[in-house]
């Protein structure tokens, strides 16, 4: 580090230790806002005092510096009996060589208690993924309010009630039991994933702040992988699929920020490396047991990041995936998906009884609209192709997409 | 901590029942609260709304209604009164109550003023 701290090397150093070192005060002094406050005073005092002496071991430095910071304003309130006292005895103990610090010995990692405290099932789920963003990943509540496009007085009052649940209906700060701990996991997972998608989708807001969820999301799942004490196949298939999808993040979207079709991606630019990556995690997982619902979206994803060209791919093992996907978890979005695999594995003619079949359940979902307009146009019947465009284009929400769907329009409406 | 659990169910189900099968409902009551007979601090049933009566001052009048505060199809019909450890000890209480299966148990945690 430079003898003068720069304000971006500590914003960086702050995303990277913020929910480790919270997630060891929390355990110290049990009180998030608290914990929380004596941190952010730590990075505070850091910009100052590191300018005159760099610290050999940053994360120690700050942990002792809001230990102390902590247990000085404890004794203050004169609320300083029993484990504090202990406490403070130990981190007075510490603090004058704090710049010696075993980092690793002496920061514990708490980070998997926090999560399953964050993605607890009694907070509403935009709470979980709101807490999870701000204690773990360290976004300020600016920002999550930037990527979730609400105003920040909102997200602010979403973070207070959370915590405020946390502290007054005793939720725990604790891995759960051996009992609980599968469907605690899946509820973690489900917020992780959230945390992807919404940076995923290209539905609103700054490209930037999304493919920062994106990375978050990522960094989260291999955080909880490497903290588990046993290894877990759909956790795995969940981290494989994230990679493998962001991995083609970049060409989603062209330079005028239209949405570009997964067939009309430039592949060339696709991260090699991470798909790499991806493949092999997924592998690890369909090794280790059966495919769950992640794995199996996961293996489709490979499946796509394998055909070097569009025209390669192959849609019967995705058709086939899709299946098993299905009778894991029926769902009409997921029969849509796979009625698209056999349209590009059998032809449209295959694929239109089965898109109308889920006429009833997705009357009111854009693209199954635009899904059967689709195959109506490749039938070569345009008009009943217009008018499913059209559907489309009335309940789409999405910019991007709407504009797609007008570009199709037109090219049908020219074509006469 | 402590923790309030209401119990809401359709009073319906109840008027129907058959009496074996309100005898088998009572002894899964009774099993439960010897179970749970540590972290159990009180609890009682209650009459069904039909018995309620709903009382407010306004402007230093007294009204009486006949009826529960909120007409729901659900409706408070018994509570406990628990000593957990945490929320997750209070649910897992809160689940094993024969009512959870048909109804919905509201757990609450206790105001404490000091």
Redesign the interface.
């Known amino acids: 580090m430079s003898a003068k701290l720069e304000v971006a090397e500590l914003d960086r150093l702050c995303r990277a230790e913020w929910g480790r070192l919270l997630s060891a005060l929390i355990r110290d002094f049990g009180d998030f806002d608290f914990a929380e406050e004596v941190l952010q005073d730590a990075f505070a005092s850091a910009l100052v005092e590191w300018a005159a002496r760099p610290p050999s071991s940053p994360r120690g430095w700050l942990y002792a510096a809001a230990r102390h910071n902590a247990i000085d304003q404890l004794r203050r309130r004169g609320r300083f009996e029993g484990k504090l006292a202990a406490l403070a005895e130990t981190a007075e103990r510490e603090a004058p060589a704090a710049d010696a610090f075993d980092e690793e010995r002496t920061v514990p990692d708490e980070r998997l208690r926090l999560i399953f405290t964050c993605c607890?099932p009694?907070l509403a789920s935009e709470a979980q993924v709101a807490l999870t963003l701000r204690t773990l990943c360290g976004l300020t509540t600016d920002e999550i309010a930037r990527a979730f496009l609400v105003p920040t007085s909102t997200m602010a009052q979403r973070l207070v009630r959370a915590k405020a649940k946390i502290r007054?209906?005793?939720?725990?700060y604790?891995v759960?039991?051996a009992v609980?701990l599968p469907d605690r996991l899946a509820e973690v997972m489900a917020v992780i994933y959230l945390v992807f998608n919404e940076g995923y989708s290209a539905a609103k807001g700054d490209a930037l702040v999304r493919g920062e969820l994106c990375a978050e999301a990522i960094r989260l799942a291999q955080v909880v992988r490497s903290l588990l004490p046993e290894p877990l196949s759909e956790l795995e298939g969940l981290l494989a699929l994230m990679l493998l999808h962001d991995a083609r993040r970049a060409t989603r979207v062209d330079v005028r920020g239209e949405l570009v079709l997964l067939a009309d991606q430039d592949r060339g630019r696709w991260d090699r490396a991470q798909i790499d990556e991806g493949r092999t995690l997924l592998q690890t997982a369909l090794r280790r047991g059966p495919a769950g619902p992640y794995a199996l979206e996961a293996a489709i994803a490979a499946v796509h990041a394998e055909a070097t060209r569009a025209e390669d791919t192959d849609w019967r093992q995705i058709a086939g995936l899709y299946q098993r996907l299905h009778a894991l978890h029926a769902s009409p979005v997921v029969a849509l998906n796979h009625a698209i695999a056999v349209s590009m594995a059998d032809g449209p003619r295959a694929a239109l009884p089965l898109v109308d079949a889920l006429e009833r359940q997705l009357a009111g979902y854009h693209l199954w609209h635009a899904t059967r307009a689709d195959l109506l146009r490749r039938l070569g019947r345009s008009d009943a192709a217009i008018i499913s465009y059209r559907r489309a284009h009335a309940l789409a929400q999405n910019a991007v997409e709407r504009r797609y769907l007008e570009r199709r329009l037109s090219e049908l409406t020219h074509s006469y | 901590m402590q923790y309030l659990l209401l119990i809401y169910e359709e009073e319906n189900r109840f008027a129907n029942l058959g009496k074996s099968e309100m005898d088998k409902e009572l002894a899964e009551y009774r099993a439960f609260g010897k179970e749970f007979a540590s972290a159990i601090q009180g609890g009682n049933a209650l009459q069904p709304t039909g018995t309620a009566t709903t009382v407010r001052v306004r402007e230093g009048r007294r009204l009486t209604t006949d009826g529960p505060y909120a007409e729901a199809k659900e409706h408070l019909g018994g509570y406990y009164l628990v000593e957990a450890r945490d929320l997750d000890q209070a649910i897992a209480i809160a689940a094993k109550i024969p009512g959870a299966r048909s109804g919905s148990i509201e757990v609450r945690p206790i105001q404490k003023f000091s």
């Open positions: 607890h009694a007054g209906a005793g939720i725990p604790s759960p039991s609980e």
